[in-house]
């Protein structure tokens, strides 16, 4: 897209494609942590600096092994989905395409399970550790 005269924003489709392609969502538990982290992932070749600015949050990580850049915005299970709501927001306007969409309802839904503090409980959070594992399948 650099090569264009497109800006990709949050106001049409464009990053919900790029997203059907090059994106993922996460959620881990990190045992020594004993929390769950919530992650939005882009992963691309290029520079993804640009993605901080159109969201307002995020950070960019780079991976030497696959010499590829990953823009993050993630989330704990304590944060009461404060850098979430963006992500959440845009994909409700621009839903995802393809089979991705499962993905992003699993990774929704639990992402709310594991904010819902009335409800979350260690049962609960067992089920959630367990069905993590199908989002991105």
């Known amino acids: 897209y650099k090569d264009l005269n497109y800006k990709p924003n949050l106001q049409d489709a464009w990053i919900s494609g790029f997203t059907d392609g090059d994106g993922c969502f996460n959620i881990s538990y990190i045992l020594t942590k004993k929390r769950f982290y919530i992650r939005y992932l882009l992963s691309q070749k290029q520079d993804l600096r640009e993605f901080i600015e159109i969201f307002g949050v995020g950070s960019i990580e780079y991976n030497k092994s696959n010499q590829c850049y990953t823009f993050v915005i993630k989330d ?9 709501v963006i992500v959440f927001k845009y994909f409700k306007e ?19 399970q594991l904010w819902d503090k009335k409800t979350l409980t260690e049962q609960k959070k067992a089920g959630i ?9």
């Open 129 to 137: 550790k367990t069905l993590i594992k199908l989002i991105n399948e």
């Open 76 to 84: 704990m299970e304590t944060s009461q989905n404060q850098n979430m």
């Open 94 to 112: 621009f839903p995802l395409k393809t089979c991705k969409l499962n993905s992003y309802k699993l990774f929704e839904y639990l992402a709310g």
